[in-house]
DNA sequence: CCGTTTGTTTATGTATACAAAGTCAGAGGT
DNA sequence: ACCTCTGACTTTGTATACATAAACAAACGG
């Protein structure tokens, strides 16, 4: 007998939780939508249970805000919020390059290079979806070299947060010129292992994405009020 | 009417996670211990809801390994593994101290200036549980002061893995004299706002952290060598 | 005697049932 | 007209039952 499907056994909540975070990450679930759990289990074809364990994983990465005897909802996203997140991974930025500095390999720095060169040619593309990806990539290198593994997985929950503004992020730095130089900036100063210039740099960079999503935020808030104001519109 | 008991209602699951989490930290299970679902329900006389939610709780502080289909154990302490977040604290402790140059109140300075006097006192009581207690005390002042939310939440989810070698590091550190003296020259430099001296004295404090519990880790690990080549006598 | 296979046991994965708390609306009284 | 109380309904909290995979052991065959 053929068995078609060899597809991945994953447990039903981490297939839960993809596709939670997925909907709030696109904004499918906007910031304060209640998260019931027999409606998500409808929805998703699944019990509670699963729902729950994917909600708890949620609440612990902060895309969710729990109430006891309340439910849960998907996180606000405040000023406030964002800012705190991104002081903290400006010093977490900063503590890779310099890791990187010591740790890379010259694999390692091949591949740099190649996830440098491949975000050149995404910015070529002038797709923001494919910029967004390999700008990614980009970063990831960089902290996988650190080889520190509690690093790597709080850079990515750290990240996780502000995906919503990285469209707005890369749409915003004028002609992504910006963004090329201080990637090749990066990149030169691990390759000669120069972790004060790395840090610098890296600092820089983090600082720009700031004010760049700083900015998405206020945007946002205004429009929420003119919304509160002159009626809301219904979301979808 | 009165209404004698105004008990905090928490959920079982926080109190199961709690229970499991002090055993955890105290040793009670020790690294590799497996948590079992029935097991730990019969024990504290609640069902597996809980247990189950409580134990994805402790994974993703990093306190539970989890192998799907397999079950939930403590995790194995490694030497890299400590280093690892040893490494991440050590950044996020100097952003803490250079936050709370830029932010403290002047109630803060005075709350700061309290906790390193309690601090000296809890030294001249030479009880190490008292004296630990008073460090912890100290830390979080500082780490409250930079307002930041996120930083808060990681720094208390980051100190856990080491808790169970607090004891050691205060016995350890000669005569507490080092360690009276470092919280003076951090307090200082906080007082004075100069974020400079601050990081390298935070730095220099999380150093000699570091050397002590990975000097501990070092003689757990010869120890079991011993065991395994001797004749391991049972845990209890 | 060893390896493979199969059955039994044990623990987790998932679903569902029941209990209790919170919410909201409507009836009734002031 | 407003406030309050009550009761139904909604939703979470917890327990339990059933399904399925993994581990171990024993039996069978080579």
Redesign the pocket.
């Known amino acids: 007998m053929p068995k078609a499907q060899e597809e991945d056994f994953l447990?039903?909540?981490d297939s839960v939780y993809n596709k939670l975070r997925q909907a709030i990450l696109t904004g499918e679930y906007p910031p304060g939508e209640?998260?019931?759990?027999?409606?998500l289990g409808d929805k998703l074809g699944?019990?509670?249970?699963?729902i729950?364990e994917a909600i708890r994983m949620l609440e612990l990465e902060g895309l969710v805000t729990?109430i006891?005897?309340?439910?849960?909802m998907v996180s606000q996203i405040t000023e406030k919020n964002m800012s705190d997140v991104l002081e903290v991974r400006r010093a977490l930025d900063i503590l890779c390059v310099q890791l990187a500095c010591e740790r890379i390999t010259s694999e390692g720095i091949n591949e740099l290079k190649k996830a440098r060169d491949n975000f050149e040619k995404a910015v070529a593309t002038n797709d923001n979806r494919i910029i967004a990806q390999a700008d990614v990539e980009f970063h990831n290198v960089i902290i996988r070299a650190t080889g520190n593994d509690r690093l790597i997985s709080l850079e990515d929950s750290l990240s996780l947060p502000m995906y919503r503004y990285r469209y707005e992020y890369i749409k915003d730095s004028s002609g992504h010129d910006n963004l090329v130089k201080e990637h090749r900036k990066i990149v030169n100063a691990i390759e000669k292992r120069n972790p004060e210039a790395a840090a610098s740099e890296a600092g820089e960079h983090i600082d720009n994405q700031r004010r760049s999503i700083m900015r998405q935020i206020r945007l946002e808030r205004e429009e929420e009020t003119m919304n509160a104001l002159y009626g809301k519109r219904t979301i979808r």
Chains 1, 2 share one sequence.
Request: glycine share 4%; charged share 35%.
């Open positions: 447990p039903l909540r209640r998260l019931m759990e027999v409606h699944v019990s509670r249970t699963p729950r729990m006891p005897r309340k439910g849960a």
